[in-house]
T-cell receptor, first 111, second 115 residues
Framework: QKEVEQDPGPLSVPEGAIVSLNCTYS??????FMWYRQYSRKGPELLMY????GNKEDGRFTAQVDKSSKYISLFIRDSQPSDSATYLC???????????FGGGTRLMVKP | EPEVTQTPSHQVTQMGQEVILRCVPI?????FYWYRQILGQKVEFLVS????????KSEIFDDQFSVERPDGSNFTLKIRSTKLEDSAMYFC?????????????FGPGTRLTVL
């Protein structure tokens, strides 16, 4: 079983739709969870960072962590064509430690 | 806004040659990392560096790889004798990681092509 699993997509939605992106993980030692956005041939750009179970909101983005189910989500409201990118989940055991990434979900938002 | 920078953006080398990839982390950050991403694959951890020594490394980071912080601003990754399978995007990242947080900020990457 892979440590972090993420549906590769592509996920195609119309502009204005609510997008739900998800990752599951197997290692209960993961404590810190991040979502990155990556445009083609660019570096990952940090979007959201969460530590505890529950929801965290930042503008159009909401990150959700359910440690009991080992499941994290990123919701994007009012999606825009500029949101078209690959979304990577990443997690780590402790601050200062290596990140383990999911494979990324490619999102396409059509005008 | 402070950012991680990397040079060069693209490096082409012959198999067996040595390459050095350079990074300038965010200035007040204490932890430094190298990751790589082979085309179409996951971002993979290579090594982390704190307090002038390696704190963690993956199986990928074998004797052909080394890291160095030669001065107060640069952080380098050296590959001694490149192989075809070293062709990938190499990302440098840095984090503050004080107070129990861990937000790693990534540079734009160096695309390494080994011929």
């Amino acid at each position: 079983q892979k440590e972090v699993e993420q549906d590769p997509g592509p996920l195609s939605v119309p502009e204005g739709a609510i997008v739900s992106l998800n990752c599951t993980y197997s290692n209960s030692a993961f404590q810190y969870f991040m979502w990155y956005r990556q445009y083609s041939r660019k570096g990952p750009e940090l979007l959201m960072y969460t530590y505890s179970s529950g929801n965290k909101e930042d503008g159009r983005f909401t990150a959700q962590v359910d440690k009991s189910s080992k499941y994290i989500s990123l919701f994007i409201r009012d999606s825009q064509p500029s949101d078209s990118a690959t979304y990577l989940c990443a997690m780590t055991h402790n601050a200062g430690n290596m990140l383990t990434f999911g494979g990324g979900t490619r999102l396409m938002v059509k005008p | 806004e402070p950012e991680v920078t990397q040079t060069p953006s693209h490096q082409v080398t012959q198999m067996g040659q040595e390459v050095i990839l350079r990074c300038v982390p965010i200035s007040n950050h204490l932890y430094f990392y190298w990751y790589r991403q082979i085309l179409g694959q996951k971002v993979e951890f290579l090594v982390s560096f704190y307090n002038n020594e390696i704190s963690e490394k993956s199986e990928i980071f074998d004797d052909q790889f080394s890291v160095e912080r030669p001065d107060g601003s640069n952080f380098t990754l050296k590959i001694r004798s490149t192989k075809l399978e070293d062709s990938a995007m190499y990302f440098c990242a840095s984090s503050d990681s004080s107070g129990g947080t861990d937000t790693q900020y990534f540079g734009p990457g160096t695309r390494l092509t080994v011929l």
